[in-house]
């Protein structure tokens, strides 16, 4: 007896490869994008990197050190020994309750850089209407000459204004006395309000040029077919001015203003070189020479300190309203 064959086994069908899921694939390329978007928005900060780190030590570091100062009873015991002395707000609380303050250096100090930028802003654009209408060659002469005065460093100019007003030398009392509108020769360092006039003088000197050719730029850059069209409507040089060029230099001028606020309200050199303005006169101070007063000359760096923040604050909330108000206004 034969034993059955065994079954002859079915031919096996090769299995079709699995075709990639359309999932798989979109979420590789949204992933390949995603990647190269993060690369894309941190390679900036890689390259701005070494530029923050040497402002963060250059300046933030020396903010934060004199917020630390602001807190304690800094003087020359504490640079002595190295030992801090905190006192927390009392500095601050001293400074708030000084009628000094309100009476003589806050005024100076806000008066001042209000009637300095007001000025500084205003001859400085003056002066770019003028420029716009000279031709090129007299354009860049005058444009140059300006300049020399911008490049005068803050304690030469200074000086300058001071010899100028010299009770004894001054060509300000020469030309009085030989008009016959002075008999004797007037000291006007000694008055409030005579020596913030030389003062303002000098600021606006030196800060015109910067303004003059910034709006240089911008009046340039006004579509001359606007004017044109405007002067045929019979619209005056006045009226072309403040309807057509002063909307258009908006941005402009919010630069250089935002720019004379910051330089204005830390004026030190111009005042703190005239006859009296380092501290002699009490009546002329002003925040900043206070705060240098305060440290230097009577050691009390804490104190001195502590001045210097209010001042940052105040020009920080200064430059914010003004720049809250200019995109209030655009956005209008």
């Not at 019979?234 to 606020?261: E, M």
């Amino acid at each position: 007896m034969t034993a059955p064959a065994p079954p002859t086994p079915a031919p096996s069908t090769p299995s079709a490869p699995s075709a990639p899921s359309a999932g798989s694939g979109a979420g590789r390329v949204a992933g390949g994008w995603a990647g190269r978007a993060r690369a894309a928005a941190v390679r900036p900060w890689l390259l701005l990197a070494p530029a923050l780190l040497v402002l963060a030590v250059l300046l933030l570091w020396p903010l934060v050190r004199v917020g630390l100062f602001s807190l304690q009873d800094y003087g020359l015991r504490e640079i002595t020994t190295g030992e801090p002395n905190w006192i927390g707000l009392e500095n601050y609380r001293e400074i708030l309750t000084t009628p000094e303050l309100w009476t003589v250096v806050l005024p100076n100090t806000v008066g001042f850089a209000v009637l300095s930028v007001v000025g500084t802003v205003a001859f400085g654009t003056a002066v770019a209407v003028l420029l716009a209408s000279l031709g090129t060659f007299w354009r860049t002469v005058t444009s140059s000459a300006i300049m020399a005065a911008w490049a005068m460093p803050a304690v030469t100019g200074t000086y300058v204004w001071v010899w100028i007003f010299d009770a004894d030398r001054g060509v300000f009392n020469d030309v009085l006395m030989n008009l016959g509108l002075l008999d004797d020769p007037t000291n006007w360092f000694t008055n409030r309000w005579t020596f913030y006039a030389i003062v303002l003088l000098n600021v606006i000197h030196h800060g015109f040029p910067f303004v003059a050719v910034t709006v240089l730029a911008g009046l340039l850059g006004v579509p001359k077919e606007m004017l044109e069209a405007a002067e045929m409507d019979g619209a005056g040089s006045f009226r072309r001015f403040f309807s057509i060029v002063v909307p258009q230099l908006r941005q402009v001028f919010a630069v250089v203003i935002i720019l004379s606020t910051i330089w204005d309200f830390k004026v030190f050199a111009q005042v703190y070189l005239m006859p009296g303005g380092a501290g002699s006169n009490r009546s002329v101070l002003n925040l900043g020479v206070w705060s240098y007063v305060e440290s230097f000359g009577q050691n009390r760096y804490g104190f001195g300190s502590a001045i210097a923040v209010l001042l940052t604050v105040l020009l920080l909330v200064v430059t914010a309203v003004y720049v809250r108000t200019v995109l209030a206004e655009e956005e209008r």
